[in-house]
């Protein structure tokens, strides 16, 4: 029998979260105090390690500091230590003036060693600039001001912990208002265990890889950590009107979801023909004489103009239209068989942040720039949905943290989920490291696609090369919900995103054998008729002062107790915690607080 849903988070993982995000109530340190166990915590910039008193800049200098001056962020770099009470996450504003450059100037900032780098705006006059939120360890941290591109004057640094993301704003209905029954119970269960656990996945290769063997990953995993992922990634690219055969993608769909109870997410690779120019709509081609780059490349279509693809009577329309009649007649299989799919299509079409102008986006429906790339995705949204009457689908938009990222983003009305993909082993690793396994949960990366919808859609890693480790995803409250690692080229070569480069093995069972992270054996049984099992309650009996329903009292339910007093929005408690929270019965209020202290200690 498959368990209805995991437990919750380990309980001292969860607790140091809880405890760290305490510290945001405490009273206030003094400016300049050097008492850096209370929160917010503020500095003056002048004071800092390395640092000078400057009264004026190069430009216009800002007025009224708050203490004998500013530090100029010229010539030298400059820093402090800030010691916490737990691992959390921490976030770190600098007010701050930048009158060298009207575009805005990189800024780099290293915590504990790890170097960050932001944009910041003109302006004469001081600014609270946040650089963003940083995990910071238990004990002393240092955090520098690198000089690199420079220039800024900066009056004042303050630290205070982050806020917990609110998952409970994320929707768990559709976009499609005449989703099927299995699309919106597919739904219900990604939004009941998001925030508080992450779904495994694994993309098989395609193509005939591993000798024919689809279940190369699958097995590997099984070898390794006892378990196999719960989303099988999957790609439609070879469904098309140029070279298209039938690799059985959609019968391994079928198979996953109604045998074996699995979760399917699927790309689609669509090729269009490198010289488009002289192709005859319906001709074959061989798979060398196609491509899905873009236009500028080397390798893309000279004669493919991506604008006309939403312009009805052009060739590229009518392309367009056969390569999604072609995905259609898969995608209405598998709803004739009840199978729902988490649909990215058109993906990380702002990757390398590229446009036409320039050349360097990835992918052809990426390539004339975010306005076009919309009425792409609006265009295959309506048409597979009003046309094809195609209601089996979640859709899912991968979007990028660039300045400019939210422009790209189709709309509330045409998206489910957004979607990341990490990979930051060769490049931009953050981490301090040159190789290996990269296991950071990237939760900056997180934060920026949590912002773009306001938390209303909830988050995934839709490809991934490194795990990120459990630990990591618990502290820095990276709640993805879920991640899938590219295949692995195994025996054919290629990327081998399982192997040692990219997997530290240790981790990789750590968090595959956990309580945090959902695997197929774990998925529930009524995952498509009833939005997943209803969960059995952690504690059934009242255990008076366990107000996080752990098994024991301590202090740290009279933490939370205060945090829900404060905030029962971000810091909510089950019914069953209130019930145990409720000392005196008397509802709960700040005397529950000290009444559970007093157990705790004995008192």
Request: hydrophobic fraction near 35%; aromatic fraction near 12%.
């Amino acid at each position: 029998m498959k368990s209805n849903f995991k437990k919750v988070i380990s309980t001292f993982a969860a607790l140091a979260v809880t405890a760290a995000s305490y510290t945001a109530a405490m009273p206030v340190g003094a400016v300049g105090s050097g008492n850096a166990d209370t929160f917010p915590y503020t500095i003056e910039a002048e004071d800092m390690e390395g640092a000078s008193v400057w009264t004026n800049n190069y430009g216009p200098a800002p007025k009224n500091t708050s203490g004998e001056g500013f530090f100029y962020l010229t010539g030298g770099s400059a820093s402090f230590t800030v010691t916490v009470p737990e691992d959390g996450m921490y976030t770190i504003t600098a007010r701050c003036a930048q009158v060298l450059d009207k575009n805005g100037r990189q800024e780099s900032i290293a915590v504990n060693g790890i170097k960050r780098m932001k944009n910041m705006p003109y302006s004469e006059e001081w600014v609270d600039f946040s650089f963003g939120s940083f995990r910071l360890n238990k004990g002393v941290n240092t955090i520098e001001f690198i000089n690199e591109y420079g220039y800024m004057a900066i009056d004042t640094v303050t630290v205070s912990a982050t806020p917990k993301h609110d998952y409970t704003l994320a929707e768990g209905t559709l976009t499609d208002k005449n989703a099927t029954p299995e699309a919106k119970s597919l739904m219900a269960y990604l939004k009941s265990v998001y925030g508080s656990h992450i779904i495994a996945g694994q993309q098989e290769i395609y193509g005939g890889g591993h000798g024919g063997n689809y279940e190369w990953e699958n097995e590997y995993l099984k070898d390794l950590t006892g378990k196999v992922p719960a989303i099988r990634g999957v790609d439609f690219m070879n469904y098309n009107p140029l070279y298209g055969w039938d690799d059985g993608t959609t019968e391994r769909c079928i198979e996953w979801a109604t045998e074996r109870g699995g979760i399917v997410t699927a790309s689609w690779h669509i090729n269009v023909p490198k010289d488009f120019k002289n192709y005859t709509l319906g001709d074959r081609l061989d798979w060398k004489e196609c491509t899905y780059k873009n236009y500028q490349s080397g390798e893309g279509s000279k004669d493919f103009d991506t604008r006309n693809v939403v312009i009805e009577g052009t060739k590229e329309y009518e392309y367009f239209q056969l390569a999604i009649k072609d995905l259609a007649a898969q995608l209405t299989r598998l709803q004739d068989a009840g199978v729902p799919v988490i649909w990215r299509p058109l993906h990380e079409a702002q990757g390398n942040e590229g446009n036409y102008s320039d050349g360097t986006a990835w992918f052809w429906w990426g390539d004339r720039g975010a306005e076009t790339y919309k009425q792409v995705w609006k265009l295959l949204y309506t048409t597979l949905t009003e046309e094809y009457g195609l209601h089996n689908l979640i859709w899912e938009f991968n979007s990028y943290d660039y300045t400019n990222s939210a422009s790209w983003y189709p709309g509330d009305d045409y998206v489910d989920i957004v979607a990341y993909d990490k990979y930051n082993v060769e490049y931009n690793r953050g981490d301090g490291k040159s190789s290996g396994p990269n296991l950071l949960a990237i939760p900056a990366k997180f934060d920026a696609l949590y912002a773009l919808t306001n938390g209303k859609k909830m988050v995934a890693m839709a490809e991934n090369d490194t795990i990120p480790a459990l630990d990591n995803l618990v502290v820095e409250d990276a709640g993805w919900l879920y991640f899938c690692p590219w295949y692995d080229g195994g025996n054919d070569g290629g990327t081998a995103f399982l192997g040692a480069a990219y997997q530290d093995f240790d981790e990789l069972k750590k968090i595959y054998q956990s309580d945090y992270c959902i695997t197929l054996d774990e998925l529930p049984v009524d995952l498509y008729t009833n939005g997943g099992s209803t969960p059995v309650p952690v504690q059934v009996e009242k255990l008076i002062g366990d107000a996080n329903c752990d098994g024991k009292v301590d202090t740290l339910d009279a933490v939370l107790v205060m945090q829900y007093l404060a905030n029962s929005k971000n810091y909510p408690l089950t019914e069953q915690g209130k019930a145990n929270a409720d000392v005196d019965g008397n509802g709960i209020s700040s005397s529950d607080a000290q009444a559970i202290q007093k157990l705790a200690i004995g008192g």
